[in-house]
């Protein structure tokens, strides 16, 4: 801690009054011991003396434009990222569309087959139905015939 | 906020990086400096530092402007920075994995041992030259606790305001301050130890 001899109260203190950061009251408390106590000023000095001497990295141009393009480059990959999602959506609508597209034209397909195969049958039904008064009749002209064969007996 | 800035912030939320990239270029001196000095890596500060860029790119919706963009970014490095810090020695505890800046720096850890007879540093009259000063005291702040070391390196070599460090670490001002003073005690303390009565 603080040594001995630097008032009790003011030992704290004076770390803040080195940055400033007392208000005005208490800075000019502080200031006003300062002139009449020699151990605190000296304090002062030594606290002032050790954080000037405090080590400060300053990284070189070299390291900070390398660290810059990494930074540059990660943020590109992300705005890739972002378009990817936003046209997301876009994408399923049009997987959505194509597919409706598709199932529209083959199902149909799939489905009139059944009727027109109905149709042919139906015709062929009433073709036989045609047909069918016709034998009806070729039976009444066979045994018209029949009765000509009797009459010529 | 300066002015330019807010329209720089404003640009890069609707996607502008190259907005961004100037809000980049601006605090990445700033912001290497002090997570340098944090984990004592040059490689973790720089993955750190890029970790921590993206991750305020990706969150600057919620960027209100009530603080300065500076102070907004320095809480999220400092985030990034202190978890990294405390997975390190979670490894070095659990698993007696050397934490990363022991493996940086060669000299750490010479501070616990007793000074070398042969060194002017033992004698107590011998004052230290700045360049020793200036190691011996790196060597000091390497040990202190995390949030001490952070309390130090905001005020001291950012020049941040008790208020301004107490939003960045999220902790209260009389913590800051509490902070703040151990941790210049404890340089004292360890510099006394290398004969410099300070």
Known sequence: MFKDSVCKDYGELLVLYHYGELGPSESELVATHLKSCPACAKELGEISGILAAAPVYTPTQLETARAVKGVMESISAVKVGRWANRLLPAYIAAAATVAAIALSVSVPKFIDRAPQENQVLAQSDWEV????????DYDVIEQMDNIDNLEQL | MEIDEKALIEAAKYGDAEAFGVLVKRYMPKALSFVRQMTGSAEDAEDLVQEAFLKAYRGLSG?????SFYTWFFRVLSNICLDHLRKGVFLKKVFFIPSVSDEDDE??????QA??????WSRPDER???K?????LSRA???LPERQRAVFLLKNN???KITEIAAVLGISEGAVKSHLVRAITSLRKHMKGYGRHV
């Open chain 2, 63 to 67: 960027f209100k402007g009530e603080s």
């Open chain 2, 141 to 143: 702040l390497k040990i």
């Open chain 2, 107 to 112: 000299e750490s850890g010479q501070l616990e």
């Open chain 2, 132 to 136: 020793e000063l200036r190691a011996a």
């Open chain 1, 129 to 136: 139905v045609e047909n069918y008064d016709v034998i009806k």
């Open chain 2, 115 to 120: 000074p070398d007879p042969n060194t002017s």
């Open chain 2, 128 to 130: 230290l030259n700045q």
């Open chain 2, 158 to 160: 950012e020049g941040m």
